[in-house]
């Protein structure tokens, strides 16, 4: 069974702080993460991939991803009150084939 | 929403009786999948299609029947629909099935 993991939260920032949220996953053929925003009642919106080690950027989202110790991360700066939402962490094997499993999602809360 | 449309948006039903969600895409993408999404459980795969008439089961199949006769459209049926089937049902898409998937606004279904 893979499982990917994260803190429910919530988790609250001030605005202006740096959001970090986390994520472990289980399988080490994982190839492909994912990073999904979703607001109450909405859809899950994708906002984020990484494939290799390292950093990747984008806007005010840092993604990181560690396949050694199995974790990834999302930090955003400058969070601001439109940041509030659920964050879903999603992984995926190398074949086209595989499912994408997602964790249960971190619930973020910038405060003004 | 990438050009997904699920329907209904909203549906109740009785125990006991069939229901079909219906996800048409105007993306042309080959791969289409259906979610469900409930608290404490996250998201979680139903089934799957790679192709017209092609289609895999998700880690959550029982109960539950899909058909892709079309490449823009994606059905799921609920047999005989049971109370453990009340949730919120996502339809998405990807192009490749290598990165990332595309939701739709999702179908909330109460079974009573």
């Known amino acids: 069974q893979k499982e990917v993991e994260q803190n429910s939260g919530p988790l609250s920032v001030p605005e202006g702080a740096i959001a970090s949220l986390n994520c472990t996953y289980s399988?080490?053929?994982?190839?492909?993460f994912f990073w999904y925003r979703q607001y109450s009642g909405k859809s899950p919106e994708l906002i984020m991939s990484?494939?290799?080690?390292g950093d990747k950027e984008d806007g005010r989202f840092t993604a990181q991803l560690n396949k050694a110790s199995q974790y990834v991360s999302l930090l955003i700066r400058d969070s601001q009150p439109s940041d509030s939402a659920t964050y879903l962490c999603?992984?995926?094997?190398?074949?086209?084939?595989?499912?994408?499993?997602f964790g249960g999602g971190t619930r973020l809360m910038v405060k003004p | 929403d990438a050009g997904i449309t699920q329907s209904p948006r909203h549906k109740v039903t009785e125990t006991g009786t069939p229901v079909t969600l219906r996800c048409h895409q105007t993306?042309?993408?080959?791969?289409m999948y259906w979610y469900r999404q409930d608290p404490g459980h996250g998201l979680r795969l139903i089934h799957y299609?790679?192709?017209?008439?092609?289609?895999d089961k998700g880690e959550v199949s029982d109960g539950y029947s899909v058909s892709r006769s079309k490449t823009e459209d994606f059905l799921l049926t609920l047999e005989s629909a049971t109370s453990s089937q009340t949730s919120v049902y996502f339809c998405?898409?990807?192009?490749?099935?290598?990165?990332?998937?595309?939701f739709g606004n999702g179908t909330r279904l109460t079974v009573t």
């Open positions: 993306e042309n993408h080959r791969y």
């Open positions: 999603a992984v995926k094997g190398d074949n086209a084939g595989n499912m994408l499993t």
């Open positions: 399988d080490r053929g994982s190839q492909s």
């Open positions: 990484i494939y290799s080690n």
């Open positions: 998405a898409i990807s192009e490749s099935g290598f990165g990332g998937l595309h």
């Open positions: 299609s790679y192709g017209v008439k092609d289609t």
